[in-house]
């Protein structure tokens, strides 16, 4: 995880960091990503990353963890837990359009969770103790339903699945999305259909 001296960043100098290390690892598998030509394009020397960072992999084990918190963040404030009211299934449908929609607006954090999802030897695979799946148990104990650990891992998935879908149908290049920092832009209607289209 970072050192003192990272988290001691300038907000300004940290955020456009994290910007491009995000791309770099966005734009690449873990083992094509280049710590090298990410230091070159911030034009800081190579030597500096390791004053933030062990190595690669504690770089991209920290841009994952980030990403999860971050969207976990913005799902919790989004989709609050469901009252007894309110079935599981609707509260997971709603919960899907609000990840979907997280997940076009801010592309490099779902660009690199699926990339982790997709290498079969990654470094972080997704387990039942994570935020979401949490979330998940947390929700559907809410609305009164018991959920199998393997209903929870694919309803874990499913958001990454659904972003991936939905890369393949919106966007023409993935790297001209993540260098130009650009979201993909969908009405509310469309994420809705693309959803159900899985559910």
């Not at 990272?6 to 690892?25: C, D, G, I, N, S």
């Amino acid at each position: 995880m970072p050192s003192e001296r990272f988290h001691q960043l300038k907000p300004v100098k940290k955020k456009t960091f994290l910007r491009y290390a995000y791309q770099e690892f966005a734009m690449h598998s873990y083992e094509g990503a280049s710590v090298s030509k990410l230091v070159a394009t911030m034009k800081m020397a190579k030597g500096s990353i390791y004053q933030y960072f062990q190595d690669k992999e504690d770089l991209y084990l920290f841009l994952i963890n980030h990403a999860r918190e971050q969207l976990q963040l913005l799902l919790e404030q989004a989709c609050p837990l469901p009252t007894k009211n309110i079935s599981f299934q609707n509260w997971y449908r709603n919960s899907l359009v609000v990840q979907l929609k997280l997940f076009t607006s801010l592309p490099s954090y779902g660009l690199i969770l699926l990339r982790n999802k997709a290498d079969q030897t990654g470094i972080l695979h997704i387990r039942a103790d994570n935020p979401q799946s949490t979330y998940l148990m947390r929700a559907a104990n809410r609305a009164g339903e018991q959920l199998s650990s393997q209903q929870i891992y694919r309803l874990t998935v499913l958001p990454l699945t659904v972003f991936e879908f939905t890369l393949s149908q919106h966007v023409s290049s993935v790297n001209d999305l993540i260098t130009h920092n650009k979201s993909i832009e969908l009405s509310s209607a469309e994420l809705l259909n693309i959803c159900d289209g899985f559910l």
